[in-house]
């Protein structure tokens, strides 16, 4: 499940739990009781986690967040650090947090929200069209293109979800 087109690249635990935290979030802001306050505290968990490995990828450091719940060998496909996503997801994930945390707020800032949710899907839309059509520069560098198929595939989806939920 980790690699869905067996090209190596795979999916981080630390990208999985963002997403399976932004998808929470997003189901919540769907309920009829939507709970504000969790929806806030899983879109700061998912920020702060794309925030995070964004800032080890520009600043060349290792806050040690990328091996605390699995290990990966050192080399793997596309990736600058052991089991550390690609600036891609991070990104994505940051603007994720922010969005669905502003899904909280006023109109105003749920259009920001939105216009977050487009790049959300934009990055994503750009990863999977390389791994569609075997553009590999668009999915493997390691420091600045690198994601995963099932990553790319998941911002989709919570990119759409953001731009959805706007009512």
């Given amino acids: 499940l980790t690699d869905w087109t067996g090209g190596g690249i795979t999916i981080k635990a630390n990208a999985s739990l963002a997403i399976a935290a932004a998808a929470a979030a997003l189901l919540l802001l769907a309920s009829s009781l939507p709970s504000k306050i969790v929806v806030r505290v899983l879109a700061s968990f998912v920020a702060v986690i794309g925030g995070s490995t964004l800032l080890e990828h520009v600043f060349a450091?290792?806050?040690?967040i990328?091996?605390?719940l699995f290990d990966e060998p050192p080399g793997a496909a596309a990736t600058a650090a052991p089991n550390r996503m690609g600036p891609p997801a991070a990104t994505s994930l940051l603007a994720t947090g922010i969005a669905l945390a502003l899904r909280t707020c006023s109109a105003p800032a749920h259009r920001f929200g939105s216009a977050l949710g487009l790049a959300v899907l934009g990055i994503g839309m750009l990863s999977l069209t390389g791994?569609?059509?075997g553009a590999e520069t668009m999915y493997t560098i390691p420091r600045l293109t690198g994601i995963a198929a099932q990553t790319a595939t998941m911002t989709v989806a919570l990119g759409i979800g953001i731009i959805a939920s706007n009512p």
Avoid: A, F, Q, V
């Avoid at 450091?61 to 040690?64: F, S, T, V």
């Fill in 61 to 64: 450091w290792d806050l040690g």
């Fill in 66 to 68: 990328d091996t605390l």
């Fill in 131 to 133: 791994h569609w059509y």
